[in-house]
């Protein structure tokens, strides 16, 4: 295990489990919600339906898995106390999950009183998180590129639920405000400054880790963040002001900014110590070639703006972002994060090692690699159903499928834990 890992700190292994048990199951919502309402939702990224599915994923499936992962590497990882994380995630989770059901209804039914009540839950909710989150990084004594990216990463989202209760406001009681500005900042906070920003600084610590991989070189880590972070800000204030065209000036820079990260993941894992292909590096792969198409395809619609002018752009963007990069990379995580939860707290239990399963045996290797694959499916679907509207029912339903199947085998891995737990308290009594 790595070596700066702070196990005492580590939060009640009930505290993760219960985000990262409801996650999936809004990725369940979304497939299905595609499934029933076919490609026509996907012409365009302003659908009532479109809208719904981008949120069920955004505010529904990452936003619970980030914070479940957040409350757990925070305290292990880079040494912030949390402060009463059992009780925080009490009250916190909830309100998450109501907002988003809230939202989510709102824009599915256009109804402005669901999209008004959903901020005061997303906003207490996020509010709490955020407040103790941050208080724990700024007062951990640790140092380092990881712990400063994740810095940013909780400041990015305090800016894309903020501008998004703005959006919210201003659609539900009729504001006067500039909507498709706001929207496209709001946008690219969400998947650069907060979302992707995290995803860099788990990277840092986790890909050499479990992936067995170098680390990440440290001019490329010490700039990533603070570039992006700059790029953002820029990106935010060309929006508003006229006569510049924001896509044009900075779409491209930023978006091979993207790539490298890709480019730079990939090339570690190409050239890791062990060739060990496990859920979690294939998980990673996948993310990484999304993000590489991803990025390709913006810096081609920022060079050549007739290529966006088709609304479907857009929505291909999207599918190749939310699916691909984020439920491909949290997937492989909490596939990583789980059996190690499960070690590390029957470790705990006072328990030999030797009485201590393997890490491996937590998830069946074989329902991890089929759901796996289905995924990957899905991944392929999902972008070519925004061409070919045909595709969009199957799309959804193995998009649904393998999000079930991803809450199943997190599932067997709670249910592994209790089951060595019972046995080693079962021994301790008869010792």
Not at 64 to 69: K, L, T, W
Not at 132 to 141: D, H
Request: proline share 6%; hydrophobic share 60%.
């Amino acid at each position: 295990m790595h070596p700066n890992l702070s196990f005492e700190q580590a939060p009640p292994i009930s505290v993760p489990y219960r985000f990262f048990l409801v996650a999936p199951w809004f990725g369940v919502i979304a497939g299905l919600l595609l499934a029933w309402s076919g490609g026509e939702v996907l012409a365009s990224r302003w659908t009532p339906e479109s809208l719904a599915l981008v949120h069920l994923i955004a505010v529904g499936f990452m936003l619970q898995a980030m914070s479940g992962a957040l409350f757990q590497f925070i305290p292990v990882a880079v040494g912030g106390n949390v402060w009463r994380p059992l009780w925080i995630s009490n009250v916190v989770q909830p309100l998450l999950i109501l907002g988003a059901l809230l939202l989510v209804a709102g824009f599915y039914l256009s109804a402005p009183v669901l999209l008004a009540a959903a901020v005061p839950a997303l906003l207490l909710g996020v509010g709490i998180f955020v407040s103790v989150v941050l208080l724990a990084l700024w007062r951990t004594p640790a140092t380092g590129m990881t712990l400063w990216t994740m810095r940013i990463a909780v400041v990015g989202l305090v800016v894309t639920v903020l501008l998004g209760s703005l959006l919210v406001e201003a659609m539900s009681r009729g504001l006067a405000l500039p909507i498709i500005e706001l929207t496209n900042v709001h946008l690219a906070w969400g998947l650069g400054g907060w979302a992707l920003m995290l995803v860099a600084a788990v990277s840092y610590f986790v890909v050499p880790m479990f992936q067995l991989t170098n680390p990440y070189p440290l001019w490329f880590a010490r700039w990533f963040g603070p570039l992006l972070l700059a790029m953002l800000l820029l990106w935010s204030v060309l929006w508003f002001c006229d006569d510049l065209r924001p896509a044009q000036l900075i779409g491209a820079p930023l978006a091979l900014l993207c790539g490298a990260f890709a480019t730079m993941t990939l090339r570690l894992q190409y050239t890791r110590r062990r060739k060990i292909n496990d859920a979690t590096s294939l998980n990673f792969r996948v993310a990484m070639i999304a993000l590489l198409v991803f990025a390709i395809s913006g810096a081609a619609m920022a060079i050549d703006p007739g290529l966006a002018d088709d609304p479907r752009a857009a929505v291909w963007l999207g599918m190749l972002a939310f699916p691909g990069v984020f439920v491909s990379t949290i997937s492989g995580m909490m596939y990583k994060i789980t059996p190690f939860l499960n070690w590390l707290h029957l470790q705990r239990l006072g328990a030999p090692i030797s009485a201590v399963p393997n890490m491996k045996k937590m998830i069946p290797g074989d329902s991890m690699t089929a759901q796996f694959r289905l995924h990957v499916l899905a991944v392929l679907l999902l972008p070519a159903a925004v061409w070919l509207p045909s595709l969009a029912e199957v799309a959804g339903l193995v998009f649904s499928v393998s999000c079930a199947w991803l809450a199943w085998n997190l599932t067997l891995a709670m249910n592994s834990y209790r089951r060595f737990r019972d046995q080693i308290r079962a021994s301790a009594l008869r010792c």
